[in-house]
T-cell receptor, first 112, second 112 residues
Framework: GENVEQHPSTLSVQEGDSAVIKCTYS??????FPWYKQELGKGPQLIID?????GEKKDQRIAVTLNKTAKHFSLHITETQPEDSAVYFC???????????FGRGTSLIVHP | EPEVTQTPSHQVTQMGQEVILRCVPI?????FYWYRQILGQKVEFLVS????????KSEIFDDQFSVERPDGSNFTLKIRSTKLEDSAMYFC??????????FGPGTRLTVT
């Protein structure tokens, strides 16, 4: 089955800096890659996603890149703010069920 | 904005007891899911449900687990005889026609 690895497990940055979280996946058939943000006491919330036919997608301060050949994808957050502090999960899934296999999560801490 | 709700937020039970975790998915969604997250570990898929039947399940979802949609609004997960290792956060999610799954806030299950 699919295996998703995520790094780093913890990321500490100063407000205004950029943050990058990286993931790799094992199943070349995976074609949908969502990213979730989980705040304390809440369930994961989708913040951005990318399909395998696209190399990059951007939404304001958040961008995702996908390298299908290398089977890795990354989340980039620019101009970080304290409210960006949360646990971020990458995931990979394939068409049909779109049931995600999650990475272990990255705890992002943005210091004011 | 519509959201997935889950009750209770925290359930404490003794080993061997039955528990029922409840979820109210978003009203016009047709696909329903349960996930669990053991403390410090990945979010893991348990089961998906569509058209009043299980569409997929993981190896974790053994005979001790069952799901039900008893009426038009609730979606439940039952664990027949809880074990210590069932202690985890359990997340319900629902999905409409698109790819995005909407997660509830979770139920923390503690088995003593």
């Amino acid at each position: 089955g699919e295996n998703v690895e995520q790094h780093p497990s913890t990321l500490s940055v100063q407000e205004g800096d950029s943050a990058v979280i990286k993931c790799t996946y094992s199943d070349s058939a995976s074609n949908y890659f969502p990213w979730y943000k989980q705040e304390l006491g809440k369930g994961p919330q989708l913040i951005i996603d990318i399909r395998s036919n696209v190399g990059e997608k951007k939404d304001q301060r958040i961008a995702v890149t996908l390298n299908k050949t290398a089977k890795h994808f990354s989340l980039h957050i620019t101009e970080t703010q304290p409210e960006d502090s949360a646990v971020y999960f990458c995931a990979a899934s394939k068409g049909g069920s779109y049931i995600p296999t999650f990475g272990r999560g990255t705890s992002l801490i943005v210091h004011p | 904005e519509p959201e997935v709700t889950q009750t209770p937020s925290h359930q404490v039970t003794q080993m061997g007891q039955e528990v029922i975790l409840r979820c109210v998915p978003i009203s016009n969604h047709l696909y329903f899911y349960w996930y669990r997250q053991i403390l410090g570990q990945k979010v893991e898929f348990l089961v998906s449900f569509y058209n009043n039947e299980i569409s997929e399940k993981s190896e974790i979802f053994d005979d001790q687990f069952s799901v039900e949609r008893p009426d038009g609004s609730n979606f439940t997960l039952k664990i027949r005889s809880t074990k210590l290792e069932d202690s985890a956060m359990y997340f319900c999610a629902s999905k409409g026609d698109g790819n995005e799954q909407y997660f509830g806030p979770g139920t923390r299950l503690t088995v003593t």
